[in-house]
């Protein structure tokens, strides 16, 4: 309890860890080494990962030998409450060449040639995706694994975020890594889902119904987070949820959305802790 509280005062009052010893910095390293070979992609990027996970547990389970207040260090890495709020508060903004400067920094698609409307959608719709991502989905494994299971997670989803496109380059090469995440990422997806509901469940189902089938899991907190503020979120040529469109003010509505979502569930794993304590 006491680990995961520092850890969680540390990040939402703090933020991100400095880039030069932040974990995350340096993972996808070997991925980066082996992604440069033409050959046998689908294995290298495989064995990449996997080389990737083993080092991470090994150096994680030797600093822990030295001090317990390494797991403090690894576990802030694995999630991000505040930088994710920070980043989509930036998108508040009018002018438009800053929004799409702002918005370039929280998505990987091409926002060139975006309008307001859709850059607003482009936050929100990552703001979503991210609470599974960044919160949700880290801090649930820790409640099963500990901190070996928050950190498999984060370097699963890393290499997901820097190689699991379907592009020339990245389609061999990153499947078994977006594979993985796609199989950790399962539960995750729909407790954040159920969590966003809890602020309208009615619009919340009733978007689920209609997209969640759209991505495997993005599309469960993204749908649910859409029928609550009744928004219409599009990816073009991707995908399209109905809803009026996204404005500046929106923004504020979200992150209101994300702040009392985040806190039910850093409530619930708190409690969960708590549980498991007096029960073993």
Do not use: Q
Request: aromatic share 16%; charged share 20%.
């Amino acid at each position: 309890m006491f680990i995961l509280l520092i850890s969680l005062l540390i990040d939402i009052t703090i933020g991100e860890l400095p880039a030069f010893i932040h974990p995350v910095v340096y993972m996808g390293y070997i991925g980066k080494l082996f992604e440069k070979s033409k050959h046998a992609r689908f294995l290298l990027g495989m064995l990449a990962l996997l080389l990737e996970i083993l080092f991470w547990l090994f150096l994680c389970k030797t600093l822990l030998s030295i001090s317990k207040c390494f797991e403090i260090y690894f576990l802030t890495s694995t999630f991000s409450i505040k930088s994710l709020y920070s980043h989509v508060k930036r998108c508040y903004e009018d002018d438009v060449e800053k929004l799409r400067k702002n918005v370039s920094y929280i998505v990987s698609r091409d926002v060139s040639k975006l309008n307001k409307e859709k850059l607003y959608s482009a936050a929100l719709e990552s703001l979503s995706e991210n609470i599974s991502d960044g919160i949700v989905g880290p801090l649930f494994y820790y409640l099963i694994f500990g901190i070996y299971g928050a950190l498999l997670y984060r370097v699963v989803n890393t290499y997901d975020a820097l190689f699991g496109y379907r592009n020339e380059r990245y389609e061999w090469f990153g499947k078994f890594p977006a594979r993985f995440d796609d199989v950790l990422n399962f539960i995750p997806a729909r407790i954040t889902a159920l969590l966003i509901a809890l602020f309208n469940f009615k619009g919340a189902f009733s978007y689920l119904k209609k997209y969640r089938r759209l991505k495997i899991n993005s599309m469960y907190p993204m749908s649910a987070f859409a029928g609550v503020l009744n928004l219409g979120f599009e990816k073009v040529g991707v995908y399209k949820l109905e809803g009026k469109p996204v404005e500046k003010e929106d923004i504020l509505k979200g992150l209101s959305l994300y702040t009392k979502v985040v806190f039910v569930w850093i409530a619930i794993v708190l409690f969960t802790v708590v549980l498991k304590t007096k029960i073993f």
